[in-house]
């Protein structure tokens, strides 16, 4: 999780597909300019790869290695990714996947669902159970196995494939083998942007980070119109549609149900003035079996990623 007073923030995303852009130009050389240039790549990292490690020695040695910063180290999004490519991480990739399911435990809780880590087989397939469901919810498959599955990939890229069943032990289908990643420094970054087997990507919103209580903002992803609302510490995102009148939600406004519990959101139509459940994943609360569009979010506490439809994608 990167820090967001961090100086390398802004640019070390973009330092895979730099050097990916740079071997790929020094092909024009011929082949051999181009296995030079791998060959001087992959020297150089193998060279602060060892002083990494022994470094993480000296620091251990002195005493100095503890649980606190260990967990730093692993929660630093820019360290835990070059920790990552030299095999030095602090935490195994049981340890890393449980950690990154707990971290969309409360989305996915959100819309009245939950899941269990089965195992981790030698093989580095990730084997997942669903529990329950987006109470009324048509996508509700659909919205969880996003979340899930950009939270694994992201905190464990050496995994090979994800399996999923669903709490009846009926086979929900797998992800599928993750496309290879060639490029060295490819898991220095996460890539924005990039559509998964399900043919949706995870977009990177600023504005959602900075979302006060109770605010309701809208906002493009891509060519998506997005509406998103924050209740409490939790943050809701949808298609900015009325599933009703189908226009956008300008105007929109967000409010305690009458009669409800603490903590009840929702969200009503400017236009219409149809009220839709929040928390109930957009269940419109009007009778008529109308229903919004959630889209997954995650957060790794610096950033916020809205994940939408490829085809709707920058």
């Not at 597909?17 to 030079?36: N, Q, Y």
């Not at 509700?140 to 196995?145: C, D, W, Y």
């Not at 599955?149 to 086979?171: F, R």
């Not at 420094?185 to 209580?213: I, M, Q, Y």
């Amino acid at each position: 999780m990167a820090r967001e007073d961090s100086p390398a923030s802004p640019d070390w995303r973009t330092t895979g597909e730099r050097i990916d852009t740079l071997i790929a130009a020094s092909g024009s050389g011929g082949a051999v300019a181009r296995e030079r240039s791998e060959e001087l790549v992959r020297l150089v990292a193998d060279f602060y790869g060892a002083g990494l490690e022994r470094l993480l020695n000296l620091v251990h040695e002195q005493g100095r290695l503890d649980d606190d910063v260990l967990t730093a180290l692993a929660e630093d999004e820019l360290v835990s990714g070059v920790l990552l490519v030299h095999g030095l991480h602090p935490y195994g990739v049981e340890t890393r996947v449980e950690r990154a399911l707990e971290s969309v435990r409360p989305y996915l809780g959100s819309h009245g669902g939950d899941v269990e880590l089965l195992a981790v087989t030698d093989e580095g397939t990730v084997r997942l159970r669903l529990l329950g469901s987006c109470d009324g919810c048509p996508s509700s498959s659909v919205t969880l196995r996003l979340a899930v599955q950009g939270a694994v990939e992201a905190a464990a890229p050496e995994i090979t494939s994800i399996e999923v069943e669903t709490a009846a032990g009926e086979d929900a289908g797998a992800a599928g083998p993750l496309v290879p990643v060639d490029s060295l420094f490819a898991r220095l970054h996460t890539e924005s942007g990039a559509a998964g087997d399900d043919g949706a990507s995870w977009e990177v919103v600023p504005e959602l980070s900075g979302l006060e209580p109770g605010a309701v903002a809208r906002f493009g992803v891509g060519r998506m119109p997005v509406v998103a609302c924050r209740v409490g510490a939790d943050l809701f995102a949808f298609e900015d549609r009325c599933a009703r009148c189908e226009r956008p939600f300008e105007g929109a406004t967000l409010a305690r149900r009458l009669g409800g519990r603490s903590g009840d959101a929702v969200l009503r139509c400017a236009g219409c003035r149809a009220h839709y459940d929040v928390r109930r994943a957009g269940a419109c609360l009007d009778g008529d079996g109308a229903h919004l569009a959630p889209l997954p979010l995650l957060s790794d506490g610096a950033a916020v990623s809205v994940s939408v439809p490829a085809a709707v994608a920058p």
